[in-house]
């Protein structure tokens, strides 16, 4: 197909489109004629994991090119899907100012903390990953605000984490292009995430309504 | 106590708590002499709840003079609750470019989406409500990306957000003093979100990796 189709197919204009082949993140297409060249389906395929990368996972080029790095040496779909899942923004907790020396003693009891719960939950993670680390860093922080978890409480918060995963990957299940996936997976980590988090929001606003009207403080709400 | 004891006790600079005076968001003392004034205790807790909403919900000042009013004026916890999970910014799904036919049509169809799991779930959850609109806007997104959720997906999805939010409930219980339960909820918003979203990406990092494992294509981890 001519640029104008592969245009139109994923909705990624012609000029973006040629940015994005000089930055080195298409490949060329078959040269035609000394300035027209024809693009397959795998141009097309590759275009639409820029696009999902750019906008929906805010990367940079460098970053966007690094990923796609990633994602072609995987030749595994799991190769594919850890790739996308270390290179986009690991959540942040929030963070208040604090005095280094309680900061060093928070530090130590969330690591292990954290230890503690992925070997009891017998998680392959390794410590190296940004997500132990990303934990790490927000279990630090509720300590210092005198609000950690209680023992117990976030081994089953990491059950629940464990079945919504659970359907996370299966709803990626079927997808064995590697580039597919890696699309998918962006999706899925820029978009399920807020999703499933406006759900919880949702779920708390219900049983707060419901206990305020069985409370009888309010009006109660017809069955 | 005196100014420097506020500060002390609760981490906030003098300077800051001057500030935050001027700015009316923190009653005054009782003054003592042209220039010293007393603090009590409810100055102490009005200011962790400063602190929190300021730093772990970067919040601005106006915004935080509104739920400031709106936790006062809640008389109840569940009020101050609701008012703490209004104003906190909502989770926001990624976007990208669409044209404004296909938005139009995406639009309805997720709003009717929403609307029937709501039904379904019986959820107590007005339509002016952020977190409905959070949740259509990212339910647009996904079908205009053609990666909306199958039928069920969504609500076993949000079956597992109820008993999250079951658990975060169960953290804020036995806070009954509404400024208490507010900084609490802004901790819990602020930080035990990340933490959950955290907990997801390492529960499907495990899976991926028992999967390459299962299949023989990496070393096999010890039982």
New interface residues.
């Given amino acids: 197909m001519k640029i104008s189709e592969l245009s139109r197919r994923t909705?990624v204009p012609v000029a973006s489109i040629k940015y994005f082949r000089r930055q080195g993140l298409l490949p060329a297409g078959r040269a035609t004629a000394a300035t027209l060249a024809e693009y397959g389906e795998e141009h097309a395929e590759r275009l639409r994991l820029i696009?999902?990368l750019t906008?929906?996972?805010?990367l940079s080029i460098a970053a966007t090119r690094e990923v796609l790095g990633a994602v072609d040496q995987a030749h595994?779909s799991?190769g594919a899907?850890?790739a996308i899942?270390y290179a986009l923004p690991?959540?942040?907790?929030?963070?208040?100012?604090?005095d280094p020396e309680e900061e060093a003693e928070a530090e130590t009891a969330a690591g292990a903390e954290v230890a503690e719960l992925?070997a009891d939950?017998d998680?392959?993670?390794p410590a190296t990953?940004p997500?132990?680390q990303?934990?790490t860093s927000?279990?630090k922080?509720?300590r210092r605000?005198d609000?950690q978890?209680a023992p117990g409480?976030?081994a089953?918060?990491?059950k629940?984490?464990?079945?919504?995963?659970?359907?996370?990957?299966e709803?990626a299940a079927g997808l064995d292009d590697p580039v597919a996936l890696a699309e998918?997976a962006v999706?899925v980590f820029?978009?399920?995430?807020?999703?499933?988090?406006?759900?919880?929001?949702?779920?708390?606003?219900?049983?707060?309504?419901?206990?305020?009207?069985d409370a009888g403080?309010g009006p109660a709400?017809p069955a």
């Avoid at 906008?55 to 805010?58: A, K, P, Q, R, S």
């Avoid at 690991?90 to 604090?98: D, F, K, L, T």
């Avoid at 629940?160 to 990957?169: G, K, N, Q, T």
Wanted: charged share 20%; hydrophobic share 50%.
């Fill in positions: 909705g696009k999902a906008t929906l996972g805010g595994t799991e899907l850890g899942s690991v959540p942040v907790a929030g963070q208040s100012p604090a992925l939950l998680w392959r993670t990953s997500h132990v990303g934990l927000a279990l922080e509720l605000l609000a978890y409480e976030l089953a918060y990491a629940l984490a464990e079945a919504v995963a659970r359907l996370d990957l709803r998918r999706i820029a978009i399920c995430a807020p999703v499933f988090e406006l759900l919880r929001r949702l779920a708390q606003e219900n049983q707060v309504r419901r206990r305020v009207a403080t709400a």
